[in-house]
Nanobody, 126 residues
Framework: QVQLVESGGGLVQAGGSLRLSCAASGRTFSSYAMGWFRQAPGKEREFVAAISWNGGATYYEDSVKGRFTISRDNAQNTVYLQMNSLKPEDTAVYYC???????????????????WGQGTQVTVSS
């Protein structure tokens, strides 16, 4: 199992930007599809974005399309989430997740991921 540590969260005004990072342990990071999820108070954890093992494929939840960008650097064992034009409704704890795969598949359900980070808080003020 890969171990994940998120960073980069914080407090930002509406319209601002943040970049989240997720550092993974181990030498097989390139064997994992990665995803970002978020969980607001009183709500279920929801899918935000996913990226294939080599970065060749990405997918986004509708509400973040055009504002968020997921990317990865396999040499640095890190996946990123660039968040622009932030809105108060983006406020949540953001989690990265990993799933080992031998294909270029993307995964959208939290139940399909096997490793999770501890989360990083993102708060967007209006």
């Amino acid at each position: 199992q890969v171990q994940l540590v998120e960073s980069g969260g914080g407090l930002v005004q509406a319209g601002g930007s943040l970049r989240l990072s997720c550092a993974a342990s181990g030498r097989t990071f390139s064997s994992y599809a990665m995803g970002w999820f978020r969980q607001a108070p009183g709500k279920e954890r929801e899918f935000v974005a996913a990226i294939s093992w080599n970065g060749g494929a990405t997918y986004y939840e509708d509400s973040v399309k055009g504002r968020f960008t997921i990317s990865r650097d396999n040499a640095q064992n890190t996946v990123y989430l660039q968040m622009n034009s932030l809105k108060p409704e983006d406020t949540a704890v953001y989690y990265c997740a990993a799933r080992r795969t031998s294909s270029g598949s993307l995964f959208y359900s939290r139940y399909e991921y096997t490793s999770w980070g501890q989360g990083t808080q993102v708060t967007v003020s209006s």
